[in-house]
């Protein structure tokens, strides 16, 4: 009779046998980085007509927004750095808290509801893949959070740009509100969904 | 591992036979259920196969191999501990007795139980399985310091649990 040892050795080198080939982390990087930014660009794309305003001083913390959801992608996915995924979300915070001290006066009103609602559209498919190719690293609450900051880090850049209601309610509760509730759920999917490798 | 990750399958069988019964005996002593310290064992390899490109060429092959067999204790005993909460039960101690002193063996995983899982970690890998605070620290990425701490807090807890019998 095979024993339990012999059996996970068998099992084991089956799995050997039949993962011949594994993508280097970086690749994964790179896809999650065009899947964040795809959506973003779309509606970038679609609302080139209205010019955009340089003098904005919320265009620099657009793209602040960006970068870090650039950074935080390779972060979150890199295989270590667990220091630099904590910086990153006091990154966040502190980039955050300068959004909204700088806002303009707004230029129109917008409901709450248009905006939460964009940007969670706009970032429900880059969770998914977040969370998905999280599932092939050891279960970390620094990566999830970090990997959901990056997944909504690109609908609130667009949103820093493109919405005239730069009031700060409105900036707190349907721009950095789903931001931050994006992370959330990124955390809270990452913890019901199989680890498929606990590798650092 | 370098052969391996050149492509050298034979090269993973012998890792397998070299550090199984360690991470066995590891996972037994995070998790203390003889049948998930099987799937620890296993998934820890299957991570090996499936996550190789992730290992660093040139760097130590065994702190490697044992955060990845603690990440997957780690995520065992949460499993075992929502279900228990879920079914309302104590989770069981398995225990294999130990030939020169059963009792012993027996006190030492239920201390061992009322650990927290960090502090656990950094006492069985140091104790029991003879790794230095760096590499301990290594493979959970923290500090060397926080490993330290860790350990000396859970000695010192389980100093009192097993007042009479705890050996400096």
């Known amino acids: 009779m095979m024993s339990d040892f012999d059996s996970i050795r068998n099992a084991v080198m089956a799995e050997s046998i039949r993962v011949s080939q594994v993508r280097p982390w970086w690749i994964v990087a790179l896809a999650l980085a065009a899947v964040n930014l795809a959506p973003a660009a779309i509606v970038l794309q679609a609302t080139a007509f209205e010019r955009p305003d340089f003098s904005d001083v919320r265009w620099p913390f657009g793209f602040g927004f960006l970068i870090l959801g650039a950074v935080a992608t390779v972060a979150a996915i890199g295989p270590r750095w667990h220091v630099i995924r904590l910086s990153l979300l006091v990154a966040a915070a502190a980039l955050g808290i300068g959004a909204v001290a700088t806002l303009p006066p707004p230029r129109a009103a917008v409901p709450n509801y248009e905006c939460f609602l964009t940007e969670v559209g706009l970032s429900l498919l880059p969770l998914v893949a977040f969370v998905y190719a999280l599932s092939r690293f050891a279960p970390s609450r620094a990566r999830a959070l970090v990997g959901g900051l990056a997944a909504g880090s690109a609908g609130l850049a667009l949103l820093h740009w493109r919405c005239p209601d730069s009031s700060f309610t409105h900036v707190m509760v349907a721009h950095l509100t789903p931001w931050v509730g994006l992370a959330l759920l990124a955390l809270v999917t990452r913890s019901f969904v199989r680890t498929y490798s606990y590798a650092p | 591992m370098a052969e391996y990750c050149a492509g050298n399958e034979r090269a993973f069988e012998a890792l397998f036979n070299r550090h199984a019964e360690q991470v066995k005996r590891l996972a037994q002593r995070l998790v203390l259920d003889s049948s998930q310290a099987n799937d ?81 970690e950094a006492i069985v890998l140091h104790r029991f399985e003879g790794l230095s605070y760096a590499e301990i620290a290594e493979a959970a990425g923290l500090s060397e310091s926080a490993i330290k701490v860790r350990a000396h807090r859970g000695s010192r807890v389980l100093r009192e649990l097993l007042r009479g019998e705890w050996e400096e």
Do not use: C
């Open chain 2, 40 to 120: 620890v064992l296993q998934m820890t390899f299957m991570s090996v196969v499936r996550s190789r490109e992730r290992y660093i060429q040139g760097s130590p092959f065994r702190p490697w191999l044992f955060a990845i067999a603690m990440n997957a204790a780690r995520d065992a005993w949460r499993r075992r501990k929502t279900e228990a909460i879920a079914t309302n039960e104590v989770p069981e101690v398995m225990v294999e007795p130990n030939a020169s002193d059963p009792g012993l063996e027996t006190r030492v995983r239920a201390a061992l139980d009322k650990l927290p899982h960090g502090q656990r």
